[in-house]
Nanobody, 123 residues
Framework: QVQLVESGGGLVQAGGSLRLSCAAS????????MGWFRQAPGKDREFVST????????DYADSVKGRFTISGVYTKNTVYLQMNSLKPEDTAVYYC????????????????WGRGTQVTVSS
């Protein structure tokens, strides 16, 4: 069973930066895209960013454009999320996700999920 493992969460002051990492437990696991979602207390899980390996296309939620950058290494099934200029409203559990067949902003596209890593931004 392939697992996605996130790391890099933590507590940071507003305006600070964090870098999240996510790696699949199996290097031979073939993915079409990988991405990040987040869920704040009492809210639905929301799309943050995704990268499609074919062509390297990236996509971002409007709320994080210009502040977050997604990158990754296809051959290692590893994806990163560099988060700059963090705001208190970025506080959430951040989930890594992988799709073996598609790319997009809907959680249903992704068939593998990590357990999440907490990001807390203090004001």
């Amino acid at each position: 069973q392939v697992q996605l493992v996130e790391s890099g969460g933590g507590l940071v002051q507003a305006g600070g930066s964090l870098r999240l990492s996510c790696a699949a437990s199996e290097r031979t696991f073939s993915t079409y895209s990988m991405g990040w979602f987040r869920q704040a207390p009492g809210k639905d899980r929301e799309f943050v960013s995704t990268i499609r390996w074919d062509g390297g296309r990236t996509d971002y939620a409007d709320s994080v454009k210009g502040r977050f950058t997604i990158s990754g290494v296809y051959t290692k099934n590893t994806v990163y999320l560099q988060m700059n200029s963090l705001k208190p409203e970025d506080t959430a559990v951040y989930y890594c996700a992988a799709s073996t067949y598609s790319s997009g902003t809907f959680p249903s596209i992704y068939n593998y999920w990590g357990r999440g890593t907490q990001v807390t931004v203090s004001s």
